[in-house]
């Protein structure tokens, strides 16, 4: 009995080159996959484009002076809530709030 030794050398061959092939195949998708997955996006939803309609153009968005002068009362402990006007404006912001998404 005799066997061909380079018919099965050569099929060995394509088996690892296919196998190779596939395997840059994969880290090649691979690459584009995790390139994919770097890329940043937002979408913002209906709602929250309503929401950002309700802040007037111009208004600043951060009063610093006035968020010191909070801390330092907070701090001292000499700041006080008026419960009645904090009612009036949680009111009016759920007001505005339903009015933005009816």
Do not use: H
């Not at 995790?34 to 950002?52: F, G, I, P, Y």
């Not at 802040?55 to 700041?79: F, H, M, T, W």
């Amino acid at each position: 009995m005799s066997l061909n030794i380079n018919r099965q050398a050569t099929q060995k061959n394509i088996v690892i080159e296919k196998n190779q092939a596939q395997k840059q195949q994969d880290v090649g998708k691979k690459e584009v996959d995790s390139a994919d997955k770097n890329k940043d996006s937002v979408q913002l939803t209906s709602q929250a484009k309503s929401l950002n309609k309700m802040q007037p153009a111009g208004e600043p968005q951060v009063n610093k002076q006035r968020v010191e002068s909070l801390k330092a009362a907070i701090l001292n402990g000499d700041y006080k809530i008026n419960t009645e006007r904090l009612a009036e404006k949680l009111s009016k912001f759920e007001g505005d709030i339903g009015k933005a998404f009816a």
